[in-house]
């Protein structure tokens, strides 16, 4: 399927990355969110590929997350050698752990972040459609709001659906 969100979804994602980061350099939290108020919960950063590894575990073995796709596999975490890009290789049904998540690891750490694996996750939990379809963009907010908070959840919605992103 030709995936039509892809530079809208990317755009609203870095629009609220920029958020948590300038909450996080204020040490509150506490961001203007159109016109309201709103305390970020912190963002995880990550120093390793090992890390990242631990982290994709824990999220998939949460409750709410077992509940809502039972039954799916642990993706394989690996460093990837360009610095560019975090991706998903899917190589088999989202049920196996066949997938794998590759983060840069070298010379950058923009990806060695909570939200940018969050996303990668949400391509390996999202089934069928387009990469970044209404599925993948449903999945991300409910991930968001399930590991980081109900804060997080919101703010990836409105931002979205400000980019014109359906889902």
């Known amino acids: 399927m030709r995936d039509v969100q892809r530079a809208k979804v990317y755009a609203a994602e870095e629009f609220v990355r920029t958020l948590f980061d300038r909450a996080a350099q204020h040490g509150t939290g506490s961001i203007d969110f159109f016109g309201t108020a709103l305390t970020l919960p912190p963002e995880a950063r990550f120093g390793s590929v090992e890390s990242v590894r631990r982290y994709v575990e824990d999220v998939l073995a949460m409750p709410a997350v077992r509940d809502r796709w039972p039954g799916v596999g642990v993706p394989a975490v690996r460093a990837r050698r360009g610095l560019t890009a975090a991706h998903y290789e899917r190589s088999g049904d989202r049920g196996t752990a066949a997938g794998t998540i ?29 990469p970044h379809g209404p599925a993948f963009v449903g999945t991300m907010a409910e991930l968001a709001g399930w590991v980081m908070g109900p804060e997080a959840g919101h703010v990836l919605r409105v931002v979205y659906a400000k980019e014109g992103v359906t889902g």
Do not use: F, N, Q, S
């Open 102 to 130: 590759a983060v840069p690891d070298r010379h950058t750490t923009w990806a060695l972040r909570e939200l940018v694996v969050l996303h990668e996750i949400a391509h390996h939990l999202a089934d069928g459609g387009a």
